[in-house]
């Protein structure tokens, strides 16, 4: 009942966006705000429907809706959708970064003149992907395929003022178009093999039935694997991510952290049955462990902000294909949760810090730790996540992505190329907190850093460029963030929700549980231990740059409070999921 309530929401939501679309040029903020409270509601009752469906159900949902459907010479045309585990955790994704984004948006374009259109094309990329992850069939899954490009390209030729934004735009259409074409290659292909393209029958087809093998359907399986890689900005297919950084920071938070380029993650996942038949994830985990090491390697060498999170987006994205190639699903899944809410809260923090100092470059910067002290530490919060600095949920996660490596991975050189990446990304988040925040010495060019420096004494403390709006839309991220990694843990690990789904595991075997725990007290423990220090090294061997002591103290005191509350975090973790669940129970038996 929750599901179908929440299709209807989503079917809302549509009209609002189609609505705002015809009369942007007459909608006011009152109409902003209608389409606000209703992806609110939609949130909201997704949230709870999955809920719903791993506590009390813990099974997947088949529900598929036939909106239209046209036959010709055996050839069918359907729009066909179906809510499942997969897509369910998708649209929650997508819809909790979308929510928030369209809060950061109310205020981030307060005097620009294409406000409307702007929200307008944010909610159309976000109605493209829900469709995209509920396809059920070929037809369906492709549309929503198109649609995304087609947004992707609207969102970055947003600033058609500006110089190069149209060339950075047509390059990431012209790798759209060559992704599109492998898709619809492998999907006519596909039906040819077996004349049909629903995904809930194919599985079944494909399943210990070796007649159906050919050539074609191969090369066809190889081509899927390299659209998805254009689409999640793998290497040697990544160069349209960094130029697409043209486009406003909100569009950058949304379809460039963990929406778009998961698109091509989501399509691996959906079509597994072939990857695992074909015996291809051999490829994924080679090609994800050299792109993980690659992007964290340029991102550290990056002056624009923008495009050291571009170049961080694509290491992480290289992590996401090795979790496609180990077969974890839950990993994968996870992964892309606490990677996408965390990069779109640095983008979030980024573009205030772009707004105040009118550039993306960070050799401009240095001073926002007192033009936007919450900001900076907001900040500090999320690239200490993605870095995988001590006692945040980035730390844990990457200790445990390396352990069940170690137990998977028979190539030491994809093992060496993920730890190499994971420790680039300790280097480029300290170049991203210092030189934005705290290095002040180095940014002579801007006029702000210099009168500040002059007058150090006589620093305005009332001084300060946030905005509550923005405040509120990057702690909401945050806490949804610490929630949902919390919820998607504890459910999968201690509710022992184990069904399979498309042939991909989602909880890891007895086996690899102990061996991880083992790994933990192990002697592998003396890698983490120097992973630990070496994070805390980086962020505060140049403490000194601060050029007062107050701030060297407010540096490294921050740190002092985050791992006491780390340890807090730890004590009660396993109590505060308990709790939820009880008073969910008390509030369905009212």
Not at 257 to 272: E, H, Q
Not at 428 to 449: A, E, G, H, P
Not at 453 to 477: C, D, G, P, T
Request: proline share 1%.
């Amino acid at each position: 009942m929750l599901a179908s309530f929440s299709l209807y929401t989503l079917t809302l939501y549509f009209i609002t966006t189609v609505f705002l679309t015809i009369f942007k040029r007459i909608t006011t903020i009152k109409g902003l705000v209608i389409t606000f409270t209703i992806l609110l509601l939609i949130n909201l009752l997704t949230f709870i429907s999955l809920f719903d469906l791993f506590i009390y159900k813990q099974c997947i949902i088949n529900l598929e809706l036939i909106f239209f459907k046209f036959d010709w010479r055996m050839f069918e045309v359907s729009l066909h959708i179906k809510i499942d585990m997969l897509s369910y955790l998708f649209i929650l994704l997508v819809l909790t970064i979308g929510f928030c984004t369209n809060i950061y948006i109310l205020n981030y374009f307060k005097f620009e003149a294409k406000e409307t259109t702007f929200y307008v094309y944010i909610n159309w990329f976000i109605i493209s992907m829900i469709l995209f992850v509920l396809a059920e069939n070929g037809f369906t899954l492709f549309l929503g395929w198109e649609l995304i490009g087609l947004t992707s390209f609207l969102l970055i030729n947003f600033w058609t003022d500006r110089r190069g934004v149209l060339k950075s735009a047509f390059k990431a259409f012209s790798f759209n178009k060559v992704s599109d074409a492998l898709l619809l290659s492998f999907l006519i292909i596909l039906w040819y093999t077996v004349k049909h393209s629903q995904f809930s029958l194919l599985e079944h087809d494909f399943v210990n039935n070796y007649t159906l093998y050919n050539i074609y359907l191969y090369l066809a399986t190889i081509g899927l694997i390299i659209c998805a890689g254009i689409k999640s900005a793998q290497l040697f297919m990544h160069v349209w991510l960094p130029d697409s950084m043209e486009a406003p920071v909100p569009a950058s938070a949304l379809i460039h952290s963990a929406t778009l380029v998961s698109a091509g993650v989501y399509l691996l996942l959906r079509f597994s049955f072939l990857l695992a038949f074909y015996n291809l994830y051999d490829f994924i985990l080679v090609w994800g462990s050299i792109t993980g090491l690659y992007g964290g390697i340029v991102a550290a060498a990056q002056t624009d902000v923008k495009k050291l999170l571009a170049y961080s987006t694509i290491s992480h994205c290289g992590f996401l294909f090795v979790c496609v190639g180990l077969q974890w699903t839950w990993l994968t899944i996870t992964y892309l949760f606490l990677h996408g809410l965390f990069k779109a809260a640095t983008f979030f923090c980024v573009g205030s810090f772009i707004r105040i100092n009118k550039s993306q470059d960070s050799r401009l910067m240095g001073i926002n730790n007192r033009l936007a002290p919450t900001e900076t530490l907001l900040l500090i919060i999320c690239a200490s996540n993605l870095g995988g600095l001590p006692f945040t949920l980035g730390f844990f996660y990457k200790k445990f992505f390396l352990a069940i490596s170690f137990f998977s991975l028979t190539s030491y050189f994809v093992l060496g190329c993920c730890i190499g990446g994971m420790l680039s990304s300790l280097v480029y988040v300290y170049r991203l907190i210092n030189y934005t925040c705290f290095d002040i010495n180095k940014n002579q060019t801007n006029l702000v850093v210099k009168m500040l420096q002059n007058n150090e004494n006589k620093v305005v403390n009332y001084w300060s460029f946030s905005s509550i709006i923005h405040i509120i839309a990057i702690i909401l991220m945050l806490l949804l963030t610490f929630f949902l990694y919390q919820l998607l843990i504890t459910l999968i690990l201690t509710l022992n929700i184990s069904f399979e789904q498309s042939g991909l595991r989602w909880i890891p075997s007895a086996n690899i549980i102990n061996n991880t725990e083992i790994l933990y007290d192990g002697y592998y423990y003396i890698f983490y231990l120097m992973y630990n220090l070496i994070g805390i090294i980086i962020c505060c061997v140049e403490w000194r740059y601060s050029y007062t002591s107050y701030y060297k103290w407010y540096f490294i005191t921050f740190f002092v409070i985050f791992i006491v509350v780390g340890f807090i975090y730890l004590i009660i973790k396993t109590q505060l999921i308990f709790i939820f669940i009880s008073f969910y129970d008390y509030l369905k038996n009212i």
